[in-house]
């Protein structure tokens, strides 16, 4: 794999495909880590009688 992405990264076309690919994961996880911690923080506060 590595030998492969060595390759990719000689044609400025398809680097930037993959930066783009990267970016486009990091904003999914960035997005699910928040949803996460809105949901974690709304349980963690006691509900008011």
Excluded: F, H, W, Y
């Amino acid at each position: 794999m590595l030998g492969r992405r060595r390759e990719l990264l000689k044609d400025p076309v398809d680097e930037l495909k993959l930066l783009r690919r990267e970016d486009q994961r990091e904003r999914v996880l960035l997005t699910n880590i928040k949803r996460t911690l809105r949901c974690s923080s709304r349980r963690a506060r006691p509900t008011r009688p």
